[in-house]
């Protein structure tokens, strides 16, 4: 009865939802709409998906469009992400987002991005300011269709701002450089194991196209170095959650020779937690006389960081610099409003920052909270948030991008560049983000290029914390970027990155020590170091790519020291007859996964206890490539388990014990035949909606859970935590192909829809195709946008 009356709830909570849903998604997507600051009319095409093509006059009237469709189909996410980065998600989430909220006002991306808005050059905060005037039309017009998240959620759109786009621009920054993990695990690392013994499994960092190799060396410790408690606080891990924006990605370009229809080829999948529909990328299209550009970008900021033009097709993925360092500071023991600089006693900065907290029992049904924020000439104290590290000292962080901030962007550029050079050129505007480009024009010149500014360290690596000893600066200016990496036309006839190390022996300063594993890379020179040339549909069957390079090394060694057991052997014979595609259908990617974990634990967490272990392990790029190197060895001391006494265990014995601890979790979950632990009952990507992610509704709300294909180490990516197996959390959040020398169409799908409304029928309607892999399509010529266009709106002055 009580199951029968739960769904009756149920129905009855859709059909309240689906009648609302009707009335609040009727916008504008037909006819004619005034819209006060347009020069001329615009007209806005939607094709079979909801995507908005714009035409416009002029690109002024372009970009101020693009930010009034952007508000009709993402409004609600692009108040969630102005408001994460602002620390305001208390405001109507209450007590359980103090803590994000605490962090992110310390951290400051939207105090920064006020500072940045006064100083932009006027070409360019006109471009932001024509795209905040296009949302705030919509605000100020369609108020009866604002999507129904916001009555929801119990908050109102406030009118868009420069700061706001910035604001995201920052936090995409912040996401992307996440040096600050390193420096919190090693650091960590370093106090529970001494320098020499922790260096042995410091990340391990390979560039496949470097002969000599590449491994991060910790900095020589200063003489009067003392610990200073990060792995006694637990936490200090709170800096180590999950980011928004952390990109991973692959990216590739084929030039003239290795293309089939004879111009280069630019492939690109973003990989973001792509679980909270509709997705982080909005695509569009702008049309003016002045360029034709197709492709996608974050909701919230104008322009696109995807995609291609009449002249340029370009893709992006995380280059990992290392923009962020901790300091080691120590506060003044005669006054805790001070901090010290050798001999001298200077004062702290300080910041007061309100929060509004939701809270039934407030007047207005919020309650107020000062934040008081203490800062030395470097940055922020963290530890003033994280608290537990030894009284008289401290933590602060510096971020680069806040020392480096000019008057350009340069997004702008990227739709009017006609050429690689003339593309390479509006990166240099790039500084605050450091991302991999890769980019070709039609004349057939292809690039990868690396953004971002980075300091130039004269102590230290960035790979600890760095103990501020006196005055001088450690930061000794910043590296030109025409000495960041790069390469233009090389003879093998192509590039690509996945987020892999790009940095060689001969580079002449720090870049960074936190990169991917080489697996994915290395399966893509596999891919392309072939003769045959390609086309768009290989690069698109390419990015769905299953086959995983660390399991070709490791699974073999793994098989016979299972088969060596009774109690094992089966998963053993079942990894030996593996082909090495994770894919959905197959129980050798589970057992793999689950005894390589396992493994992994028994391996490290003697030596380093049950917490630090699970900071430790709980990012794969720290970890996987150092555990690979030892595993090719059966008798490193790190398999000797020091709990045993009078025992030396050996890699396989490791091994053997990890698949029993694996072998009773996955019956468990599975039952108990290994032949039928499939793939994809485990790993999958479930799409949730922002305003129900668990609990009752969140299935009617969502998109569903979805067998997912690859993992960690494949193309085809498919992320999951360590500490929560095995639910992915990263995946391609876009699959983009773009083939210069087809004018009528791109090659792109996303695990959602273009629009955020739920219930909408463009809110879910790619997923399938998604997860199938069925080829869909962004239009290019006037041609193919009219064949396939379903609606038309004239935006009027």
């Given at each position: 009865m009580k199951k029968h009356c739960t769904s009756l709830v149920v129905i009855l909570f859709g059909t309240f939802l689906l009648?609302?849903?009707?009335?609040?998604?009727?916008?504008?997507?037909?006819?004619?709409?005034?819209?006060?600051?347009?020069?001329?009319?615009?007209?806005?095409?939607?094709?079979?998906?909801?995507?908005?093509?714009?035409?416009?006059?002029?690109?002024?009237?372009?970009?101020?469009?693009?930010?009034?469709?952007?508000?009709?189909?993402r409004l609600f996410q692009m108040e969630l992400n102005r408001r994460f980065a602002a620390g305001r998600i208390s405001e109507f989430a209450g007590e359980g987002a103090v803590g994000l909220d605490t962090r992110m006002r310390t951290l400051g991306l939207y105090r920064n991005a006020r500072r940045h808005a006064k100083i932009l050059d006027p070409a360019e905060r006109a471009f932001f300011q024509r795209y905040a005037d296009g949302v705030n039309a919509y605000i100020g017009t369609c108020r009866r269709t604002l999507p129904l998240e916001f009555?929801?959620?119990?908050?109102?759109?406030?009118?868009?701002?420069?700061?706001?786009?910035?604001?995201i621009l920052y936090l995409m920054a912040w996401d992307t450089s996440a040096n600050i993990q390193t420096e919190i695990v090693t650091q960590a690392?370093?106090?529970?194991?001494?320098?020499?013994?922790?260096?042995?499994?410091?990340?391990?960092?390979?560039?496949?196209?470097?002969?000599?190799?590449?491994?991060?060396?910790?900095?020589?410790?200063?003489?009067?170095?003392?610990?200073?408690?990060?792995?006694?606080?637990?936490?200090?891990?709170?800096?180590?959650?999950?980011?928004?924006?952390?990109?991973?990605s692959n990216n590739w370009v084929t030039g003239p020779a290795l293309s089939a229809n004879g111009k280069p080829i630019v492939a690109n999948d973003p990989h973001l937690d792509a679980r909270i529909l509709p997705g982080p990328w909005y695509p569009v299209g702008l049309i003016t006389p002045e360029f034709?550009?197709?492709?996608?970008?974050?909701?919230?900021?104008?322009?696109?960081?995807?995609?291609?033009?009449?002249?340029?097709?370009?893709?992006?993925?995380?280059?990992?610099?290392?923009?962020?360092?901790?300091?080691?500071?120590?506060?003044?023991?005669?006054?805790?409003?001070?901090?010290?600089?050798?001999?001298?006693?200077?004062?702290?900065?300080?910041?007061?920052?309100?929060?509004?907290?939701?809270?039934?029992?407030?007047?207005d049904g919020c309650r107020s909270e000062v934040l008081r924020i203490l800062a030395t000439r470097r940055g922020p104290v963290v530890s003033g948030v994280l608290k537990g590290l030894n009284g008289d000292r401290c933590i602060t962080m510096r971020f680069a991008p806040f020392e480096t901030m000019h008057g350009r962007i340069g997004l702008d550029r990227f739709l009017t560049a006609r050429s690689v050079d003339e593309f390479s050129a509006a990166l240099r505007d790039v500084n605050m983000i450091c991302l991999n480009l890769v980019v070709a024009d039609t004349a057939g010149n292809f690039a990868w290029r690396v953004t971002g500014t980075l300091p130039r360290r004269a102590e230290g690596s960035g790979t600890v914390p760095w103990v501020v000893r006196d005055g001088r600066d450690n930061w000794q200016g910043w590296i030109p970027f025409e000495d960041n990496p790069h390469l233009v036309n090389p003879a093998k006839g192509w590039l690509g990155t996945c987020n892999h190390t790009t940095v060689t022996q001969d580079l002449p300063y720090y870049y960074s020590s936190y990169f991917s594993p080489s697996f994915r890379y290395r399966r893509l020179k596999e891919l392309m170091d072939r003769t045959a040339p390609?086309?768009?549909?290989?690069?698109?069957?390419?990015?769905?790519?299953?086959?995983?390079?660390?399991?070709?090394?490791?699974?073999?060694?793994?098989a016979k020291a299972l088969t060596a057991h009774d109690d094992t052997r089966r998963l053993g014979e079942i990894l030996a007859g593996w082909n090495f595609q994770d894919?959905?259908?197959?129980?050798?990617?589970?057992?793999?996964?689950?005894?390589?974990?396992?493994?992994?634990?028994?391996?490290?967490?003697?030596?380093?206890?049950?917490?630090?272990?699970?900071?430790?392990?709980?990012?794969?790029?720290?970890?996987?490539?150092?555990?690979?190197?030892?595993?090719?060895?059966?008798?490193?001391?790190?398999?000797?388990?020091?709990?045993?006494?009078?025992?030396?265990?050996?890699?396989?014995?490791?091994?053997?014990?990890?698949?029993?601890?694996?072998?009773?979790?996955?019956?468990?979950?599975?039952?108990?035949?290994?032949?039928?632990?499939?793939?994809?009952?485990?790993?999958?990507?479930?799409?949730?909606?922002?305003?129900?992610?668990?609990?009752?509704?969140?299935g009617l709300l969502g998109g569903g859970a979805h067998p997912a294909p690859g993992s960690n180490e494949t193309l085809c990516r498919g992320w999951w935590d360590v500490n929560t197996p095995f639910d992915v959390t990263h995946s391609a959040a876009l699959r983009m192909v773009a083939d210069l020398a087809d004018g009528e169409k791109i090659l792109a799908v996303q695990p959602g829809g273009?629009?955020?409304?739920?219930?909408?029928?463009?809110?879910?309607?790619?997923?399938?195709?998604?997860?199938?892999?069925?080829?869909?399509?962004?239009?290019?010529?006037d041609a193919a946008i009219e064949a396939h266009a379903k609606n038309r709106l004239t935006l009027r002055p």
């Open positions: 009648a609302g849903c009707a009335a609040f998604n009727d916008y504008r997507r037909q006819g004619e709409l005034a819209l006060s600051g347009l020069t001329a009319p615009v007209t806005v095409l939607r094709d079979e998906k909801g995507m908005a093509y714009i035409r416009a006059a002029g690109s002024s009237d372009a970009v101020m469009a693009q930010g009034f469709v952007t508000a009709q189909d009555k929801l959620a119990g908050i109102d759109p406030e009118p868009w701002t420069v700061e706001d786009s910035l604001a690392l370093i106090e529970a194991l001494g320098p020499e013994k922790a260096r042995e499994i410091f990340p391990l960092n390979i560039n496949p196209d470097d002969p000599s190799g590449s491994g991060i060396a910790i900095a020589s410790l200063p003489p009067d170095w003392k610990p200073v408690g990060l792995g006694a606080d637990p936490r200090m891990s709170a800096w180590i959650g999950p980011r928004t924006f952390e990109i991973g034709r550009a197709v492709g996608a970008n974050i909701a919230g900021i104008p322009g696109m960081v995807v995609g291609r033009t009449e002249h340029v097709a370009y893709g992006v993925t995380n280059a990992y610099g290392d923009m962020q360092d901790l300091y080691v500071e120590t506060v003044d023991p005669k006054d805790p409003n001070r901090y010290l600089e050798g001999d001298r006693s200077l004062p702290f900065e300080i910041i007061e920052e309100t929060l509004r907290i939701r809270d039934k029992k407030a007047p390609l086309t768009a549909l290989d690069h698109w069957q390419f990015q769905r790519d299953t086959r995983n390079l660390l399991a070709v090394r490791l699974a073999p060694v793994m894919d959905i259908d197959q129980a050798a990617p589970t057992i793999f996964q689950a005894v390589l974990v396992k493994f992994a634990f028994a391996v490290f967490e003697d030596e380093l206890g049950p917490e630090l272990a699970a900071l430790y392990l709980d990012n794969w790029y720290i970890w996987e490539e150092r555990l690979l190197a030892l595993a090719m060895t059966d008798d490193s001391e790190w398999f000797d388990d020091r709990r045993t006494e009078g025992v030396r265990e050996t890699r396989d014995d490791l091994l053997h014990r990890a698949a029993l601890t694996a072998t009773a979790e996955l019956t468990r979950r599975m039952g108990s035949d290994p032949d039928k632990w499939l793939w994809g009952t485990v790993h999958r990507l479930e799409l949730v909606s922002p305003i129900r992610r668990k609990g009752f509704g969140k273009v629009t955020g409304r739920i219930f909408h029928p463009h809110h879910t309607d790619q997923v399938d195709d998604y997860f199938s892999g069925k080829v869909r399509y962004w239009w290019f010529s």
